[in-house]
Each structure stands twice: as C-alpha cells, then as structure tokens.
Antibody, heavy 118, light 106 residues
C-alpha cells in the first residue's frame, strides 16, 4: 500500500519560501501517477496546488504558477514543494497525495501544518 | 477554473437518520466528481468516484448521485462514526474542491 509522509518547517516568515518534502513508501514515484500537493486552509477550503508526474513533468494550479515549484529526488523516492514569497494567506495544512487513475486522491499523507507569521 | 459550491456548510442529524449533501459545479463536469470524508485529525478518505461509484471498503449506506452540474452525497442510517467533514472534488478539469460540510450528531 502506498504511504506518504510530509515533513518540513511548521513556521515560515512572510516573504520567505516554504519548502516541504513528501516521502513515499510502497510505490516508486517513477512507476506511475501524478504526485500532488494539496492544501487545506483554516475554514476548510481545499486547494490542489500542482503535481509532478511519474515522468517528471509538472502541472501547476494557475493561481500559484508564478510562485510554485515541485521537484523530486527519485533516488530517495521523494518529491518536494517550494512556494515562494509566502504571506499569511499561505497558512494551511499541506498534504501530499498521488493523483491515481481517474484523477482521484485515494492515498493521502497525514498532513503538515504550516503557519506563516513573523 | 471550475467552481464547486457545496451545501450545507454544517449539518446536525440524529443517529439512524438520512442526510444529503449537495455540490453544484459552475459548468458541466460530466460525472467527474468524487466525495471524501475527513474525520477530525485524520487525512481525507475517498468515498465515491465518478459521481456514483462506491470506493472499495466504503459502507453501502453511502451513495452518490447526480449529473451535469448538480451532485449529491447521501448517507443512510447515520452512524456515530460518520461524524466528519465531507467535501466534493471535481476532476473534469484540474482538481477543485467544494468548501466542505461538517456533519455532527444531534
């Protein structure tokens, strides 16, 4: 079974970059799927941020395109999120999840809460 | 992007009751709709996909229906373990989510 674990700083200062890691076990990220980042804001709104595909191509939510980068380390079976120029509005719980067949999220990490504050 | 409008925002019902949660898409999503359950402190879990297909292991008291722009999730015979937030997600275009419904037991 696919298991995912997010990690990274829980506190980021405004204007800095947010960097998170998703470690995947039970499946090789180069075998298939689109490896996504999703965030849930206080108040429950959820936003798909983007993905890196099994082949290494990326696709981002247009609302974040200028600030986001998703990369990977295939040797470690990890993928990464970098979000630049953060503001308090980027405070959220960040999840990693693969987009499986049919564009569904049927495996999720436990999530990591990130607060943007000075 | 496709906007998903979900209602109600919160819902309180008694054990054994039937509840319905609705999602409306800003354009036709051709049944490209999923429903998720998120219990407090846990990650979301897929319940329904393709608007009306039950995901593996999900109890049959959950069902989905709809077409075009209007979709609904029904929970029959409400159980205490159904206390959770529920949200819809369309995948006709890049994924977007409803705003969620918090379900409580009266």
């Amino acid at each position: 079974e696919i298991q995912l674990q997010e990690s990274g700083p829980g506190l980021v200062k405004p204007s800095q970059s947010l960097s998170l890691t998703c470690s995947v076990t039970g499946y090789t990220i180069t075998s298939g799927y689109d490896w996504s980042w999703i965030r849930k804001f206080p108040g429950n709104k959820m936003e798909w941020m983007g993905y890196i595909s099994y082949s290494g191509s990326t696709n981002y939510n247009p609302s974040l395109k200028s600030r986001i980068s998703i990369t990977r380390d295939t040797s470690k079976n990890q993928f990464f999120l970098q979000l630049n120029s953060v503001t308090t509005e980027d405070t959220a719980t960040y999840y990693c999840a693969p987009l499986t067949g049919g564009s569904l999220f049927d495996y999720w990490g436990q999530g990591v809460m990130v607060t943007v504050s000075s | 992007d496709i906007q998903m409008t979900q209602s109600p925002a919160s819902l309180s019902a008694s054990l054994g009751e039937t509840v319905t949660i609705e999602c409306r898409a800003s354009e036709d999503i051709y049944n490209g709709l999923a429903w998720y359950q998120q219990k407090p402190g846990k990650s979301p879990q897929l319940l329904i996909y393709n608007a009306n297909s039950l995901h593996t292991g999900v109890p049959s008291r959950f069902s989905g229906s709809g077409s075009g722009t209007q979709y609904s999730l029904k929970i029959n015979s409400l159980q205490s373990e159904d206390v959770a937030s529920y949200f819809c997600q369309q995948y006709y275009d890049y994924p977007t989510f409803g705003s969620g419904t918090k379900l409580e037991i009266k």
